[in-house]
C-alpha cells in the first residue's frame, strides 16, 4: 500500500534507503544524497549534413535522449510540469560570414533571452551558443529562433537540450 506525504517542510536525520521505497519519485543514496531518477530532460540535434537558412525556428530532429517524452522533432519543448528548467543550444555556420542570432520563444513569444557571439573559428566555421533558465508552468513550450538570415550547417553539430532543475 502506497502512502503520500504532504508537507511545507520535511526534515529527518535518520533517512535510509529503506525508508523510501524502490520506484519512488526521490531515491536517497547511501551518502545522504536525493536523486529524482526520472528528472525529465532531452538531447537532440540536427538531421543532415545540409545548410538550412535562417530567419525562423530551428529543428532538431535526431532524438538522443528525452527522459518524460517531452520534446518533438520540429524542436518544441513542452514543459511536463511546473518548475524551472534550464536549455542550451548550440549551432555551427557553414563560413565566417554566416550570422546566427539566437532568441528563446515561450509559448510562441519572443524573451529577452539571447545567445549571441562566436566561440570559435575552424576551417570557415564558426559556432554560437545559448544557455538560459526559465521558470515554465505545465505545457508551457519553448523553442529557439534563429532571428537572422544565417545558415547553420553540418547536421549533428547543432545540439539543443533541456533539463528540469526543480519546482
Known amino acids: 500500500m502506497a502512502s503520500v506525504v504532504s508537507a511545507n517542510t520535511l526534515q529527518t536525520t535518520n533517512l535510509t534507503a529503506k525508508a523510501i521505497p524502490t520506484g519512488s519519485a526521490i531515491t536517497?543514496?547511501?551518502?545522504?544524497?536525493?536523486?529524482?531518477?526520472?528528472?525529465?530532460?532531452?538531447?537532440?540535434?540536427?538531421?543532415?549534413?545540409?545548410?538550412?537558412?535562417?530567419?525562423?525556428?530551428?529543428?532538431?530532429?535526431?532524438?538522443?535522449a528525452n527522459r518524460g517524452n517531452w520534446y518533438n522533432a520540429n524542436g518544441t519543448a513542452t514543459a511536463p510540469e511546473k518548475g524551472l528548467y534550464a536549455f542550451w543550444c548550440k549551432t555551427l555556420t557553414p563560413s565566417n560570414g554566416e550570422i546566427v542570432d539566437l532568441r528563446w520563444y515561450i509559448n510562441g513569444a519572443s524573451t529577452d533571452s539571447y545567445g549571441a557571439g562566436y566561440s570559435g573559428n575552424f576551417s570557415g566555421h564558426k559556432t554560437m551558443e545559448a544557455f538560459a533558465i526559465f521558470a515554465l508552468n505545465k505545457n508551457d513550450t519553448v523553442r529557439v529562433y534563429n532571428i537572422n538570415s544565417g545558415t547553420r550547417c553540418c547536421g549533428t553539430h547543432n545540439t539543443y537540450m533541456g533539463y528540469l532543475i526543480g519546482g
Do not use: K
Open 28 to 64: 536517497p543514496s547511501s551518502d545522504g544524497r536525493l536523486y529524482r531518477p526520472n528528472l525529465p530532460y532531452f538531447i537532440a540535434t540536427r538531421n543532415g549534413q545540409g545548410d538550412e537558412g535562417g530567419g525562423g525556428y530551428m529543428s532538431f530532429g535526431n532524438i538522443l
